[in-house]
């Protein structure tokens, strides 16, 4: 097999594995007032269990990057994604708590060892294509997050049973994801080495600090989308029920378009111009957001967090494995930590800000947060680095030079 084939069906191959995760993911947060019934799981404890699966995937991400000192991140991903999609027909399986409770918690380890996997193989894939791929797998993850929730639309409007909404997915994708890791390319092209040396050296994690700031306030803005954008546009701009489902699924699509032509992007004007923009567009919609004056006006300002807020992780990521060429594995994980961080600040901050000031004044926090990202632009590379053609390195080696002192 030649070197550009290989290439290839490892990057189609990922590929699908970020848009297999969109689609399971998905199917679990849009139904979670359906398991919540299921399972008879009251307000109040709700929060401890959907607050459980981050934790857990935070941990898994610590030991998985231990883990890949000993086996390629392809490994780790062959297994942790089956192990997603079973524990995902295991919440709509059971009937007890304790039920859930277990599958959520296999969930959640089975999905930090996947997520910090699957950025570390889209990490040296990019690199060995010399030229930047990685907002294109991110753009399969949107993709696949837009099926999953029209299924899950599909099974809560014929009213489906949570297992049999759940297993024509698992039947699908699960072979599907399967056949296609043995195409996975690690960091050597081979299965049993990463290549990454034990750790990130002095001095490392400091290095590294800037960018799981930017990966934490991120997610706090992607969280507070996800997480609010119905209520405070039924409740603050007064929509419709109906209307106030639309701006997560047009968020959803615009972050999928900003991905899809991202790579472009930074092939062109550079990681850190990409990202710059990004955050003030997102920081613009946030402030759109908070001032609308009506429903129209803020689908209007989650329209443009999505387009903003889309290059931040990818570009965070590809970053990281710049930053630390030979230990690309440990940085991915120990960033990949920090997106947990903000997926659980993230919504009860701005729950609590709403309830005690203001739903609009709550808006501009996150919109603060987002704009952090621009104090640490460097870290993402030179203003002038560019992504040359495939195959060749890129012009810059260690993103980190110039932003010690950040």
Known sequence: MTDDLRLRRGRGALGFSFFV???TFALLVTRIPAIQDRYGISDGLLPAFLAAVPVLAGAASVATEHLVKRVSPAVVLRWAQPVVLLALLGVGAGSRMWHVAVALGVFGLAVGALDASMNMLGVSLQRAYGRSIMLGFHAAYSLGGIVGASAAWAGAHWHLDL???YLPAVVLLLPLAFVGSRFYVSSQGEEGASGDTPGLGAGGFRML?????????AYIGDSTVSNWSAKYLQDVLGSSEQLATVPYNVYMVTTLVGRAVGDLGVRRFGAVAVVRAGTVVAAGGFGVVAAAPG????MAGFTLLGLGLCVIVPQTFAAAGRLFPGSSDTAVARLNIFNYVGFLVGSPLVGALGDAWSYRGAMLVPMALVLVTLLHARSFGPD??????????PRVVDVGRGSNGL
């Open 295 to 298: 429903a129209w006006a803020g």
């Open 163 to 165: 297992f049999v909404s």
């Open 384 to 393: 002038g680095a560019r992504y040359r053609v495939r195959h060749e390195p």
């Open 21 to 23: 995760q969109g689609v």
């Open 209 to 217: 600090l800037p960018l799981c700031l930017v990966m934490a306030c």
